[in-house]
């Protein structure tokens, strides 16, 4: 059975860093895409970053150009997304999903998604 788990949020103050981990497990996941997807309260979700399986091919939202890294380690199956320069609009719960297509925007695309971990950033 395919798992994800995410680990590595918070309360972090403006500025800051975090960063988040997904490990996946059930599965090789190196030849497929891995994202990251966030979705604050009262809001939907929305795309963050995502990676190719190779880790040459990288999408990032506008909001986080610049200051998010999505990297991957495939021989230990895990996504990681540093988060620098942390903002109060970062404040959300965070998802990794996988995904058969190139890096993709749309969490249509991604088939399994992990439970979430939530990082807030305090003004």
């Known amino acids: 059975q395919v798992q994800l788990v995410e680990s590595g949020g918070g309360l972090e103050r403006t500025g800051g860093s975090l960063r988040l981990s997904c490990v996946a497990s059930?599965?090789?996941?190196?030849?497929?895409?891995m994202g990251w997807f966030r979705q604050a309260l009262g809001k939907e979700r929305e795309f963050v970053a995502a990676?190719?399986?190779?880790?040459?091919?990288?999408d990032y939202a506008d909001s986080v150009k610049g200051r998010f890294t999505i990297s991957r380690d495939n021989a230990k199956n895990t996504v990681y997304l540093q988060m620098n320069s942390l903002k109060p609009e970062d404040t959300a719960v965070y998802y990794c999903?996988?995904?058969?297509?190139?890096?993709?925007?749309?969490?249509?695309?991604?088939?399994?998604w992990g439970q979430g971990t939530q990082v807030t950033v305090s003004s």
């Open positions: 999903g996988i995904s058969a297509f190139d890096p993709s925007r749309y969490d249509v695309h991604y088939r399994y």
């Open positions: 990676i190719g399986w190779n880790s040459g091919n990288t």
């Open positions: 059930g599965r090789t996941f190196s030849s497929y895409t």
